[in-house]
């Protein structure tokens, strides 16, 4: 389980997992109560021959080669930061509709130790310019 900041006025992302799935649950800021709002429920199918790190599937499937991992992050958006095979995945979901989602993979390699843990402030500051 890992905790994100999605912006100054966006709030905060607790993400976790189970054996089959990646939940996201949001807070709003500002916060007048203790109200968490979700989860946004990924299923999660293991493809291991798959040619990406992760895609989407059907509905809110999340087809990768092997279980994420949640990642600390700071961002702009409402999304979450998941590690998988290498490669860290974005997953952007909407602050209005449940439904909606997308992904971004960023393939990080056999980066050093001390590169993989600037992966959240990387994409905090240089990934909204490249998306632009």
Not at 12 to 28: C, D, F, G, H, N
Not at 64 to 72: G, I, Q
Request: aromatic share 6%; glycine share 6%; charged share 20%.
């Amino acid at each position: 389980m890992q905790l994100g900041r999605a912006g100054d006025s966006l709030g905060l992302v607790i993400v976790s997992k189970t054996s089959s799935t990646v939940e996201l649950y949001t807070r709003p800021l500002p916060v007048a109560e203790n109200v968490w709002r979700g989860p946004v429920v990924f299923n999660v199918e293991i493809e291991a021959d798959a040619n990406m790190a992760c895609r989407p599937g059907e509905g809110a499937t999340l087809v990768c080669r092997e279980m994420p991992r949640p990642m600390r992050f700071e961002s702009f958006k409402m999304e979450s930061l998941l590690w998988v095979s290498g490669e860290v995945v974005m997953v952007e979901i909407s602050t209005t509709d449940q439904n909606w989602y997308r992904i971004w993979v960023l393939p990080v390699g056999d980066a050093p130790a001390t590169i993989i843990e600037g992966v959240p402030h990387v994409c905090n500051h240089l990934l909204p310019l490249a998306l632009d």
